[in-house]
């Protein structure tokens, strides 16, 4: 069953505390992508990859961490830095890196941080 | 820098009825791609039709269709014969060719009516 996992889909943290989302493809894409949605706000991007053990800041990687050591896994650490880590987070793919190619996205992570 | 604008943050629309989404966007580029994406009560994000800059004839995807007027930078979605699983936000998004980075707007909830 192809697809992009993300877990666990609600997460609660104390104030604090360093989080990490998780995020799996079985699409072999290329590339993997990390949004944060808040209300009114649209997706803003976090962190990106276009290949294994490389990627770039996005608009809002303050506070926040990634790694990309394996194709089908890329998951994003919300540090105790992040200052309103309260929101919801989307993790999407993309086939091929730049393009017409459309950006696939999981079921996200709602985050609470109490 | 780069915008996306949607300027209507709700829109309501009768069962079987047509309805269009506004999106303008700010680029000094001349190539690029323009997305409308679907995100239902889930929070799923689903690509609903996508269009690229230099082909003048609009996308249509079934009964969703865009408007495409590049020297006004508008890119506006129609749905016609609505349907009630039509409800979800829609965010429209751009991406230049050379660039991973989706630009969303903020979006525009739509309700659909029995």
């Known amino acids: 069953d192809g697809g992009i996992t993300q877990s666990p889909k609600y997460l609660f943290r104390k104030e604090g505390q360093n989080v990490t989302l998780s995020c799996e493809q079985n699409?072999?894409?290329?590339?993997m992508y990390w949004y944060r949605q808040d209300p009114g706000q649209g997706l803003r991007l976090i962190y990106y990859?276009?290949?294994?053990?490389?990627?770039q800041k996005g608009d809002i990687a303050e506070g926040y961490s990634v790694s990309r050591e394996k194709k089908e896994s890329f998951p994003l650490t919300v540090t105790s830095a992040q200052k309103n880590p309260t929101a919801f987070y989307l993790c999407?793919?993309?086939?091929?890196?730049?393009?017409?190619?459309?950006?696939?996205f999981g079921p996200g992570t709602r985050l609470t941080v109490l | 820098a780069q915008t996306v604008t949607q300027s209507q943050p709700e829109m309501s629309v009768q069962e079987a009825e047509t309805v269009t989404l506004s999106c303008t966007y700010d680029?000094?580029?001349?190539?690029?791609?323009l997305f409308w994406y679907k995100q239902p009560p889930s929070r799923q994000m689903i690509l609903v039709i996508r269009?690229?800059?230099?082909?003048?004839q609009n996308a249509t995807e079934n009964r969703f269709s865009v408007n495409f007027q590049k020297a006004a930078k508008s890119f506006s979605l129609k749905i016609s014969d609505s349907q009630l699983g039509d409800a979800a936000m829609y965010f429209c998004?751009?991406?230049?060719?050379?660039?991973?980075?989706?630009?969303f707007g903020t979006g525009t909830r739509l309700q659909v009516f029995p």
């Open positions: 999407a793919t993309q086939p091929g890196g730049s393009g017409y190619n459309e950006q696939f």
């Open positions: 699409l072999n894409h290329d590339a």
């Open positions: 990859s276009q290949i294994v053990n490389d990627f």
């Open positions: 680029t000094s580029e001349s190539d690029y791609y």
């Open positions: 269009q690229e800059a230099y082909k003048q």
């Open positions: 998004a751009y991406r230049t060719y050379n660039t991973d980075k989706l630009i």
